[in-house]
């Protein structure tokens, strides 16, 4: 079960990626995170473990030795310090025998069997990931994902990494799942074998904080397909985590890699200008990969077309981190901050105290590039955008006691539209868990609102959990219409409430709230989803103007899944079901394509009717892939013979989304 044995059979495709890449070395990545404990049972003893349950041994499995849980009941195993707090801990697992479909576990933050976070994997469902929780000897599942192929005999690399409050989950090095949690705060590491026989090996933990190195190089990885012996396990496209129950994970797709636990290295060579930060990182050093500078000092050094590359780790901070409006780049040279290869920078403004301008990030300059970013804990919105031409992608934003990312002018004194924010791009942001305390009524997961300009885009966008909206796009009478807004590829859920429960009465908790005050915006939603909101999916919101609403799915909110009251809307190809109120569809029905819900049954035009057998399922899932888009897996994808298959406009256009 060893790596490099699993991994022999590649060399040809080895040798071949060295000669077209030149020093690609497998297992020497460029930087090294701290290992804290390592065994691979090659002593043939298990001496560093304490077997509490089940049936332990080290045992040969081919060349290599392996630990070895063979009984047919719970075997729990465990090492490590009870004082380990943020780190990974990763294992080649081969579940022998699932006895039916029981699940195999990597734990972290072990203190005993009542209490871990564990990484799972079982064969249910086609194959299934976890993370899960047990706590006071109440297990709960954090994160989910059906229908990545685990079986019998094949070798996985397994890791949990824990950071905080967030917890990730890899499986031959590629990220599949995310959640977050603080109910455990340090414990060592256990395994965990729940009525199944399996093998373990090459267990390493490391530190979640790495050291800086030398300049980092591009590095070449071989892409390995499953087999049923041991060797390279599968890759897979990774899947939110958008969460919950559903669970979001977040990515483009990486390949596996055959060493155990890689360090990532950024994704492109530096560019000249580029400045390195890092949570240790001290304003008066030069901004070199061995000597970081801090994230303020570099965003007034770093000149157009420069990259500011932040290392992996938390950032404290108790007031906002200003991008000034006269900062900025240009249309052809921008200004960058990305995260170091897959590292994962945490801005965390939980020091700051509950105020409109006690804001996290704040962008007021134009032609920025924020990507691979976690912004947590602001006292008004994790992320402000009051600049023109910027692009945030892949961001994950959270627990602000405002909206998570809000658009809207810079000052006050930006009475014209021609002043306010314009044509930015918001790709691939999770934003979840925003609260306002003060009465729950403020905090969407995106605001787009009151006072923006033209060419604002949302793609690929997930909003959950947060108190009130999914999208707020208000307006007022006192500054007037707003510039439209596009919003596709995403999805709105369970908003209305956090995912701990925190909600108000004032929480409004529609999906998509499309205006306000009566004020007409022609805004844009296409190929989008809104599902288990507390109110509306969709709504106008008094918008009197002609939304464009096409191909989007509303399934099961707590009011109307499409509630548009007056105006002249045009609908095309648009689903609803199982709303608890009628749907409101004033407007256009263009082709009759559209299936509203409507008396708790199907309205259309056409005489389609929908029910549940149009689906494969209607049990939700949303996973978050690595690029920061997201995938619905089966969940409201259309069943194969549906009757709303090809049904569209243009002719052979489905009815609904389709973001599978």
């Known amino acids: 079960m060893k790596i490099k044995k699993r991994f022999a059979f590649t060399a040809s495709i080895a040798l071949s990626a060295v000669l077209a890449f030149g020093g690609l070395q497998w297992g ?39 630990y070895y849980q063979s009984g047919s009941s719970e075997g729990r195993t465990s090492a490590g310090s009870s004082s380990w707090s943020d780190y990974s801990v990763q294992a080649d697992v081969k579940v022998d025998n699932f006895n039916g479909n029981n699940r195999t576990y990597v ?13 799972s994997i079982s064969n249910s469902n086609g194959g299934t990931l976890e993370i899960r929780k047990k706590a006071g000897g109440e297990s709960t599942t954090l994160a989910t994902k059906t229908g990545y192929a685990i079986t019998a005999g094949t070798v996985y690399a397994v890791k949990l990494e824990l950071s905080g409050d967030s917890i990730n989950m890899y499986v031959n090095n590629v990220l599949q799942l995310n959640a977050h949690d603080n109910i455990l705060s340090s414990g060592g590491i256990g395994l965990i074998a729940y009525k199944t026989s399996a093998k373990f090996d090459n267990v390493i933990v490391s530190g979640t904080t790495t050291a800086p190195t030398s300049t ?22 990774p899947s939110p985590t958008a969460t919950a129950a559903p669970t979001a994970t977040p990515t483009p797709t990486p390949t596996s890699t055959p060493t155990p636990t890689p360090t990532p290295t950024p994704t492109s060579t530096p560019v000249s200008g580029t400045l390195y930060v890092a949570p240790n990182g001290a304003a008066g050093n030069a901004g070199t990969i061995g000597s970081p500078t801090t994230l303020r000092s570099a965003l007034t050094k770093i000149a157009a077309g420069g990259t500011i590359y932040m290392r992996g780790g938390t950032y404290s901070f108790s007031s906002p981190v200003t991008i000034e409006r006269d900062n900025s780049g240009t249309s052809s040279s921008r200004k960058n901050i990305v995260a170091y290869g897959s590292e994962k920078p945490v801005l965390d403004f939980s020091g700051e105290s509950f105020a409109s301008t006690e804001r996290g990030l704040q962008i007021f300059g134009h032609y920025w590039n924020v990507k691979g970013l976690e912004v947590k804990g602001a006292g008004d919105n994790g992320i402000f955008i009051g600049g023109n031409y910027n692009i945030i992608e892949n961001v994950e934003t959270h627990h602000n006691r405002d909206s998570g990312l809000q658009i809207s002018r810079y000052a006050s004194t930006a009475t014209s539209m021609s002043d306010w924010p314009s044509y930015n791009q918001v790709i691939g942001v999770y934003s979840h868990d925003n609260f306002d305390p003060d009465n729950g009524e403020d905090a969407d997961g995106f605001a787009a609102k009151l006072t923006i300009g033209p060419g604002n885009v949302f793609d690929k966008c997930i909003s959950a959990w947060n108190t009130d909206d999914g999208w707020d796009l208000y307006t007022k009478t006192d500054t007037g219409p707003i510039g439209i807004v596009t919003i596709k590829n995403s999805v709105a859920y369970k908003n209305g409430q956090t995912s701990d429960g925190n909600t108000t009465t004032n929480s409004d908790g529609n999906g998509f709230k499309l205006g306000g005050d009566k004020i007409a915006v022609n805004h844009i939603v296409t190929n989008s989803v809104a599902f288990q909101n507390k109110k509306h999916g969709f709504t106008y919101n008094s918008n009197p103007g002609s939304i464009q609403l096409t191909n989007s799915t509303s399934w099961s909110n707590g009011q109307s899944n499409f509630a548009f009251d007056t105006g002249t809307h045009m609908f095309t190809n648009n689903l609803s079901f199982a709303g608890a109120s009628s749907d409101k569809t004033s407007g256009t029905d263009v082709s009759s394509t559209n299936v509203w819900w409507k008396s708790n049954a199907s309205a259309n035009g056409k005489g389609l009717v929908v029910s549940s057998a149009d689906f494969v399922s209607l049990t939700p899932s949303v996973v978050r892939n690595a690029d920061g888009s997201f995938t619905l897996g089966n969940f409201l994808k259309l069943a194969t013979g549906s009757d709303l298959i090809g049904s569209g406009t243009p002719s052979g256009t489905n009815i609904g989304a389709t973001i599978q």
């Open 28 to 66: 020497i990545p460029s930087v090294q995170a701290a290992s804290l404990f390592s065994d691979d049972f090659e002593s043939g003893s298990a001496g560093n473990w304490t077997s509490t349950t089940g049936t332990w041994s080290v045992v040969q499995d081919g060349s290599s030795h392996v």
């Open 107 to 119: 734990c972290g933050r072990y203190t005993d069997g009542n209490n871990y976070y564990a990484a």
């Open 216 to 237: 980092p190089t591009a590095t070449a990885t071989a892409t390995v397909a499953p087999t049923t012996s041991p060797t390279a396990a599968p890759t897979s496209t």
